[in-house]
């Protein structure tokens, strides 16, 4: 069946260092990628999204390019700041049993210190 | 504004009780999801509506039970067969016609005592 699998955190860094974290999917049909953030104690927010093959997802300085040649959809950032604190989704979106269903990573823990 | 409210925020239980979870959107979504979140893990789906008066079984359905009587609302009730209630449940939904992106309510964190 479809999954996603992320880069085990948690990631500990400091402000305006680089960011990444890896994300790679397994999907039998041709899904849309997601990356959701999540702060302390608050539901999912979408951060950026890419339909199709090539396409890249940007938000916030964030960026996720949709490679079906790696299977991947890796996260970026070129400097993070304190308020990127978070846990952070990989998901992909497939039709699965005839319903669109969102697919989770584990999620990965992201510490920004000062 | 549109979005999805969640109540209560928290919840305490003793066990052998059962309880509901709301949740209520105004965006005029056809579909609706109920996911749990344990500590570390992701995102588990428990049950899914696509439409009125209709609603499958996610991966994790058991002990758990919805309905889905109007539009607007889907809620969550977990029962006493629920083995591990305590958990951070996460209501969400989505229009029929976009990509897949799910709008998420803030959240439901039961703790059974």
């Known amino acids: 069946g479809d999954s996603v699998t992320q880069m085990e955190g948690p990631v500990t860094l400091s402000e305006e260092a680089f960011l990444t974290i890896n994300c790679t999917y397994t999907a039998t049909g041709y899904p849309s990628l997601f990356w959701y953030v999540q702060y302390p104690g608050e539901g999912l927010q979408l951060l950026l999204k890419a339909t199709k093959a090539d396409d890249k997802g940007s938000n916030k300085g964030f960026e996720a390019t949709y490679r079906k040649e790696t299977t991947s959809f890796h996260l970026e950032k070129g400097s993070v700041q304190v308020s990127d604190s978070a846990v952070y989704f990989c998901a992909l979106s497939d039709q699965i049993q005839g319903a669109q269903k969102l697919v989770f990573g584990q999620g990965t823990r992201l510490t920004i210190n000062p | 504004d549109g979005g999805i409210t969640q109540s209560p925020k928290y919840l305490f239980r003793k066990e052998g009780q059962n309880v509901t979870l709301s949740c209520e959107q105004n965006?005029?979504?056809?579909?609706m999801y109920w996911y749990r979140q344990d500590p570390g893990q992701g995102l588990r789906l428990i049950y899914y509506?696509?439409?009125?008066?209709?609603?499958q079984k996610g991966d994790i359905a058991e002990g758990y039970s919805v309905s889905r009587e109007k539009k607007e609302s889907f809620p969550l009730t977990v029962t006493s067969a629920q083995k591990n209630p305590t958990a951070f449940y996460l209501c969400?939904?989505?229009?029929?016609?976009?990509?897949?992106?799910?709008?998420f309510g803030e959240g439901s964190r039961l703790t059974v005592l």
């Open positions: 969400a939904s989505k229009a029929g016609s976009n990509t897949g992106e799910l709008f």
């Open positions: 965006l005029n979504h056809d579909a």
């Open positions: 509506s696509q439409i009125v008066n209709d609603f």
